[in-house]
């Protein structure tokens, strides 16, 4: 039994946190709406991509990670 929960991993066994995974942000929306708020164009959410298989196996929503990307 572990401790601390699996962050979910690709076919090669990266997650998130690996340099050679990538984060992608997604924009479900276009922007009209947003730009009213002036805080500009924040993503829906943000998918982790593996570099090296390809793999799109992580997502997250959370806002302070998505602001990153905005
Ligand atoms: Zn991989």
Redesign the pocket.
């Known amino acids: 039994m572990s401790d601390t929960p699996a962050l979910p991993t ?3 066994g ?1 997650d998130r946190r690996h340099p050679l995974v990538i984060p992608e942000p997604v924009y479900l929306r276009g922007g009209c709406l947003v730009w009213g708020l002036g805080m500009g164009k924040l993503p829906d959410y943000v998918n982790y991509r ?1 570099r ?2 390809g ?1 799109v196996f992580d997502k997250t929503t959370d806002v302070a990670i998505r602001r990153q990307y905005r």
């Open positions: 690709c076919a090669c990266r593996c090296q298989c793999e």
